[in-house]
């Protein structure tokens, strides 16, 4: 089997192509950050145009890449969501038209599925079952992974993740878009010693997490600091947030009675964090496992991965195949949870259904 995943959440266009037996055949990625550098953040509208700019060459980049054809695939996948609607819609829309003109299955796939997976495109690849940290931008959360589609919640951030909070505590420190990368950097260069930040939450008992008000912290302590005290402030947060990470873990961890850790999503490129949780889990027999590093933040591999999971269960493949026509849906808000049972559960039963499992707030396209 052979499928070409298509990703265009928010700002990086990115595509990929997974066979069975080649594993990983093609992967591009166009990333906007100097398109959005310019606002601090990204803008809506201007990724929904970017995507519409660079998607289709960038199809035809990854096929060159893979030497294969649209005639030798058999499935077209798009993340469906979470994300920016515009953004979404534009890979749907290339992704349905690509798969009703091959009469092919499309297959939607959830954007932090796809995160949760992608460390299984590491050799070795973590066995299931195990516990995942997905931490990013939008997302800090602890899930049970018993097996592709089979996603428990565990516990999460109940305000900032810890991403978001990066990227507000890289503008406090005046530091350039995208932050979080740029504050790990000025972190490396400091004493995280000098300032004593807050651990939120860190004594709660249970997994979740708040990082809202180490932000504020930071703001306060900004104030009160000379600008040469910015490298100690980046470390001291840095050092915070990573040390309530790392000690959630281990609760979860406990909880679980898994081996393995998986650690997904753009901050499990952060090497503080890499470095603090194998050193406080490897000693306890876990395994910490992260996806290779380009494959941490968006891409389209980790999309055109996990749809290749799902068609691997019994009966999917036939229900995408019943679906075949146009129209698809996107999800800005979608409940991950209920998306896997979904899949797994009720597309084989029930091939015309629609889902609208959680807090979904969907676009449909005739």
Same mark, same amino acid.
């Given at each position: %089997?052979?499928?070409?995943?298509?990703?265009?959440?928010?700002?990086?266009?990115?595509?990929?192509?997974?066979?069975?037996?080649? =594993?990983?055949?093609?992967?591009?990625?166009?990333?906007?950050?100097?398109?959005?550098?310019? *606002?601090?953040?990204?803008?809506?509208?201007?990724?929904?145009?970017?995507?519409?700019?660079?998607?289709?060459?960038?199809?035809?980049?990854?096929?060159?890449?893979?030497?294969?054809?649209?005639? $030798?695939?058999?499935?077209?996948? *798009?993340?469906?969501?979470?994300?920016?609607?515009?953004?979404?819609?534009?890979?749907?829309?290339?992704?349905? =038209?690509?798969?009703?003109?091959?009469?092919?299955?499309?297959?939607?796939?959830?954007?932090?599925?796809?995160?949760?997976?992608?460390?299984?495109?590491?050799? !070795?690849?973590?066995?299931?079952?195990?516990?995942?940290?997905?931490?990013?931008?939008?997302?800090?959360?602890?899930?049970?992974?018993?097996?592709?589609?089979?996603?428990?919640?565990?516990?999460?951030?109940?305000?900032?993740?810890?991403?978001?909070?990066?990227?507000?505590?890289?503008?406090?420190?005046?530091?350039?878009?995208?932050? =979080? !990368?740029?504050?790990? #950097? &000025?972190?490396?260069?400091?004493?995280?010693? #000098?300032?004593?930040?807050?651990?939120?939450?860190?004594?709660?008992?249970?997994?979740?997490?708040?990082?809202? =008000?180490?932000?504020?912290?930071?703001?306060?302590?900004?104030?009160?600091?000379?600008?040469?005290?910015?490298?100690?402030?980046?470390?001291?947060? $840095?050092?915070?947030?990573?040390?309530?990470?790392?000690?959630?873990?281990?609760?979860? %961890?406990?909880?679980?009675?898994?081996?393995? &850790?998986?650690?997904?999503?753009?901050?499990?490129?952060?090497?503080?964090?890499?470095?603090? &949780?194998?050193?406080?889990?490897?000693?306890?027999?876990?395994?910490?496992?992260?996806?290779?590093?380009?494959?941490?933040?968006?891409?389209?591999?980790?999309?055109?991965?996990?749809?290749?999971?799902?068609?691997?269960?019994?009966?999917?493949?036939?229900? *995408?195949?019943?679906?075949?026509?146009?129209?698809?849906?996107?999800?800005?808000?979608?409940?991950?949870?209920? *998306?896997?049972?979904?899949?797994?559960?009720?597309?084989?039963?029930?091939?015309?259904?629609?889902?609208?499992?959680?807090?979904?707030?969907?676009?449909?396209?005739?």
């Amino acid at each position: %089997m052979r499928v070409l995943g298509i990703e265009t959440s928010c700002d990086e266009t990115g595509v990929a192509i997974y066979d069975t037996h080649q =594993g990983l055949m093609g992967d591009v990625l166009y990333s906007q950050v100097s398109l959005h550098a310019a *606002y601090g953040g990204v803008v809506p509208e201007l990724a929904s145009r970017d995507h519409i700019r660079h998607l289709t060459p960038l199809i035809e980049q990854v096929l060159v890449q893979a030497s294969t054809s649209l005639d $030798e695939l058999d499935a077209i996948a *798009y993340t469906a969501g979470p994300g920016l609607a515009g953004a979404l819609l534009v890979g749907a829309s290339v992704a349905a =038209g690509l798969a009703w003109a091959r009469a092919l299955p499309l297959v939607p796939v959830h954007h932090l599925e796809g995160h949760l997976l992608s460390a299984r495109l590491d050799d !070795p690849a973590p066995d299931f079952p195990f516990t995942a940290l997905l931490v990013s931008g939008g997302h800090t959360q602890f899930m049970t992974v018993c097996q592709a589609g089979d996603y428990t919640l565990l516990g999460e951030s109940v305000d900032d993740a810890a991403g978001e909070a990066f990227d507000k505590t890289a503008q406090l420190l005046g530091l350039p878009y995208p932050g =979080g !990368p740029a504050l790990a #950097r &000025l972190a490396s260069t400091g004493d995280p010693r #000098r300032f004593k930040l807050p651990r939120p939450l860190l004594h709660s008992g249970d997994l979740q997490m708040s990082f809202s =008000g180490l932000k504020t912290a930071v703001a306060q302590c900004i104030r009160e600091q000379a600008e040469e005290a910015r490298a100690d402030i980046a470390a001291a947060f $840095e050092e915070a947030v990573v040390d309530v990470l790392a000690s959630k873990a281990q609760l979860a %961890m406990a909880q679980s009675g898994h081996d393995t &850790l998986v650690v997904a999503g753009g901050v499990s490129a952060n090497q503080r964090l890499r470095h603090t &949780l194998q050193q406080r889990l490897n000693p306890r027999g876990i395994r910490v496992a992260f996806p290779p590093q380009r494959l941490c933040t968006d891409n389209g591999a980790m999309i055109a991965y996990a749809a290749w999971c799902q068609l691997q269960q019994p009966g999917v493949l036939e229900g *995408y195949q019943a679906q075949q026509r146009p129209g698809f849906t996107v999800h800005p808000r979608w409940d991950l949870a209920a *998306y896997g049972h979904r899949w797994r559960a009720t597309i084989a039963d029930n091939p015309d259904r629609t889902s609208q499992a959680g807090q979904n707030t969907p676009h449909s396209h005739p």
